[in-house]
């Protein structure tokens, strides 16, 4: 577990060496309401446009064609959640996802899998037997592999503005909780800039 | 309504909602016991200068200490003690990482016995210091009793509704749905739920009750505990629960899954435990509270364990409009009787 941690905390390092096209700031909520924030970046590994040739000739002859942006990318982010009266939050994630852009307006939707590593710091005291009335603190690590989904808007192409805002579920497995496996979900809602 | 003031308002409301981690005072404090591979959840609430304790054992499996951590029963008690609310191993806030094969009544029995001891060294060897179970931890308190050495640490025992012989609450379930349900037919009241109920009773052989059939009873239990007026709703209490919607330590997903997961893994065992046969090496002080109306856990259990138990302080109180929840039906009678019974011994 603990070889695993290390290659999460590296691999983002590794990939420095390539600059990133983005990079973002985000509102990260556990169960959507635990508030948190998470900074990242991302590399797009690959990207295809597709043309389709509008219906009516007069918009065709106004607008232009329909273009539809495909990315694969690559991003990596770290942050932190208070789950008041029960944990802090420490992520990591590095996510694998695609992206389709309406490329007039901006609009996109977007989905990943990944790999994370959480660590759930108490925050309130913690006691053993062995220490009696002496407060500690604890915790635990969990690996958390995880699933995304996106939905936002490039706003560069309308405005000029080389950013793009996003709102995006995660859901992820926490591994080990208990005696078994627990899933938890939270939700994203950030900016990208364009690098 | 302009926009400064709209966003204005909604920047209040959005830090309204964002209670921080509640902080330690006389009356309050909140932490993790780390036990056995879980770190479960405690919070403590109340008159803790008393030094009386009531560690309440929330029912489920699969539930959690926040539903009793407010109303009138526990406001009144309060002020008198300090409630000391367990969120048992892989319910509630409680965490941490171990084996399924930790998931027993033993493990959930010795994790009781470590808060007592817990209790005993954080708030001094002179603590009175009681067990109160309800429902399914009536199940776990009564297992702690007569398999650890707990017993020896505590003042009392009270069980509220307590399902310590689930085969016998399920053989003493049928012929309650047979009495009431035939009244209430006659009656005229709800008679088609009350038919189904009864036709189920029916055809139940109460000497050889499956495994399906006993979560059935469970079910009509509690469908014919909805369907009785004789059943109050009592006076809820002034506040609300203790921390805010963010605040609350229970909100997420992940914790109503672990609740599921853990009662799926204790089910099994939970489901074949009877311990009415070794009730009579119960000899601590014994309060038994049990609603009149409770087709959950029958009274038929109280009566029972007041036969059997060796406490020579030992009483039943039944309550007349309650079902299986008398804290919550009848707040002042029963928070009145735990006081009577724990002042006796402070």
Same mark, same amino acid.
């Given at each position: 577990m603990r070889i695993l941690f290390c290659w999460l905390c590296l691999f983002p390092l590794l990939l420095l060496a390539q600059s990133p096209d983005k990079v973002s700031l985000s509102y990260f909520g556990e169960s959507a309401i635990h508030p948190g924030l998470k900074l990242g970046a991302e590399w797009t590994l690959g990207s295809a446009t597709k043309e389709k040739t509008r219906w009516f000739k007069k918009r065709r002859q106004k607008i232009g064609a329909k273009a539809i942006q495909h990315d694969f990318l690559l991003s990596s982010s770290l942050g932190g959640y208070i789950f008041p009266n029960n944990h802090n939050g420490y992520v990591l994630h590095a996510v694998l996802g695609w992206r389709k852009t309406w490329t007039r307006k901006g609009r996109f939707i977007g989905a990943g899998l990944g790999a994370g590593a959480l660590y759930r710091a108490y925050n309130v005291p913690v006691y053993t037997l062995e220490t009696g009335a002496e407060p500690l603190s604890g915790g635990y690590a969990q690996f958390t592999p995880l699933l995304t989904m996106s939905y936002g808007r490039d706003l560069e192409n309308m405005t000029g503005l080389p950013v793009s805002w996003y709102i995006k579920p995660v859901f992820w497995a926490g591994i080990p909780q208990a005696h078994t496996i627990v899933p938890n979900a939270g939700l994203e809602l950030g900016i990208l800039y364009h690098l | 309504m302009n926009r400064i003031t709209l966003l204005s308002i909604l920047v209040a409301a959005g830090m309204s909602m964002f209670s921080c981690t509640r902080l330690e005072s006389d009356t309050y404090e909140r932490f993790y016991l780390q036990t056995d591979g879980a770190d479960l959840a405690v919070e403590v609430n109340g008159n803790i200068a008393s030094g009386t304790f009531i560690i309440l054992l929330h029912g489920g499996p699969g539930g959690g200490s926040y539903g009793y951590n407010s109303g009138l029963y526990s406001e009144t008690l309060e002020e008198s003690l300090a409630m000391v609310y367990l969120d048992q191993? =892989?319910? =509630?806030a409680s965490q941490g990482v171990y084996a399924a094969d930790d998931v027993t009544l033993q493990q959930f029995a010795d994790d009781i016995y470590a808060l007592v001891l817990l209790m005993k060294q954080k708030y001094g060897e002179s603590s009175k210091i009681f067990l109160m179970g309800h429902s399914w931890g009536g199940t776990t308190g009564t297992y702690a009793l007569l398999n650890t050495d707990v017993q020896d640490e505590i003042t009392g025992w009270i069980e509220a509704d307590g399902a310590h012989d689930i085969p016998l609450i399920n053989k003493t379930a049928i012929p309650m749905f047979l009495e009431i349900g035939n009244e209430e037919v006659s009656a005229g009241r709800n008679t088609e739920q009350w038919q189904e109920i009864l036709d189920f009773a029916n055809s139940v052989d109460t000497s050889n009750i499956s495994v399906d059939e006993g979560g059935q009873i469970n079910n009509f239990g509690y469908t014919a505990e909805g369907l009785l007026e004789q059943i109050t709703t009592g006076e809820s209490g002034e506040g609300g629960f203790s921390h805010g919607l963010i605040g609350m330590p229970i909100f997420s997903l992940s914790t109503v899954l672990s609740n599921l997961f853990t009662s799926n893994t204790i089910f099994d065992e939970t489901e074949t435990t009877a311990l009415t046969n070794r009730l009579r090496e119960i000899t601590v002080p014994v309060l038994l509270l049990w609603g009149k109306y409770d087709f959950v856990v029958p009274p038929a259990l109280g009566e029972s364990a007041l036969e059997r138990v060796s406490s020579q302080d030992k009483r039943l109180v039944i309550f007349e409009t309650s079902g299986h929840s008398p804290m919550d039906s009848e707040p002042e009678a029963f928070s009145a009787a735990i006081i009577s019974f724990v002042d006796q011994y402070r």
């Open positions: - | 191993r =892989g319910q =509630g």
